[in-house]
């Protein structure tokens, strides 16, 4: 079974620009989150779909993040437009029953 | 104050010792404690989680809650150099899917 891939690994992006992550859950399920550890911070929840809902998205921190989930497959998070105290890694996790998540390997962003 | 404490260490130990993590809580709402492995530069892997109180065995690890004091331990017996990583402690709710609360993350090495 293939794990939570995420795209890209890494990325650096100027002041203002705009960056879409992408995530790909694990096939079957339903429950996606996102994540974010900034330098020196502990991981920090974002938000999570059901499917193609948003369960709960109390951790974005400005409307400046969009989060979507069409078809309830993959999942993209825009930052627009990005600042400085953006980069970090942001990591997404899926899973079956809601307890139990599996992370993928995050992507790193720099913003300069 | 935050919800979960976690000493970021390091925590250096000769190979074959026994690794003892912790973490403390302040949320009571809190009824899954979860463990995770992160290696550098990779995403949390999940070792092993328990609900309320009490103890849970998987192989050469050891998970303790005592929700009487909100701690949660993880002991690893025989450790091996490959053990060397950082462990994050993540509590959650089951009022509140999603969420994870992660600790700082204690940063073990296991010397050959």
């Known amino acids: 079974e293939a794990g939570v891939t995420q795209f890209p690994s890494h990325s650096v992006i100027e002041k203002g620009q705009t960056v879409t992550l992408r995530c790909d859950p694990i096939s079957g399920h339903d429950n996606l989150y996102w994540y974010r550890r900034v330098m020196g911070k502990e991981i920090k929840f974002l938000l999570h779909f059901v499917k193609e809902s948003k369960q709960d998205e109390s951790g974005m921190p400005n409307n400046r993040f969009l989060a979507e989930r069409t078809g309830g497959t993959y999942s993209t998070l825009k930052v627009q437009p990005a600042e400085l105290e953006d980069s970090g890694v942001y990591f997404c996790?899926?899973?079956?029953?809601?307890?139990?998540?599996?992370f993928g390997p995050g992507t790193r962003l720099t913003v300069t | 104050q935050k919800e979960v404490e976690q000493d970021p260490g390091p925590l250096s130990v000769p190979e074959g010792a026994i690794v003892s993590l912790n973490c403390t809580y302040s949320n009571s709402a809190f009824q899954y404690f979860m463990w995770y492995r992160q290696y550098s530069r990779k995403g949390p892997e999940l070792l092993m989680y328990?609900?309320?109180?009490g103890n849970k065995e998987d192989g050469r690890f050891t998970a303790q809650v005592d929700k009487s004091s909100k701690y949660i331990s993880l002991f690893i017996r025989d450790s091996q150099p490959s053990d060397s990583a950082t462990y994050l402690c993540a509590p959650r709710p089951t009022d509140s899917w999603g969420k994870l609360q992660f600790g700082a993350g204690t940063q073990v090495v296991v010397t050959p």
């Open positions: 996790a899926s899973s079956r029953n809601g307890i139990d998540e599996y």
């Open positions: 328990t609900y309320s109180s």
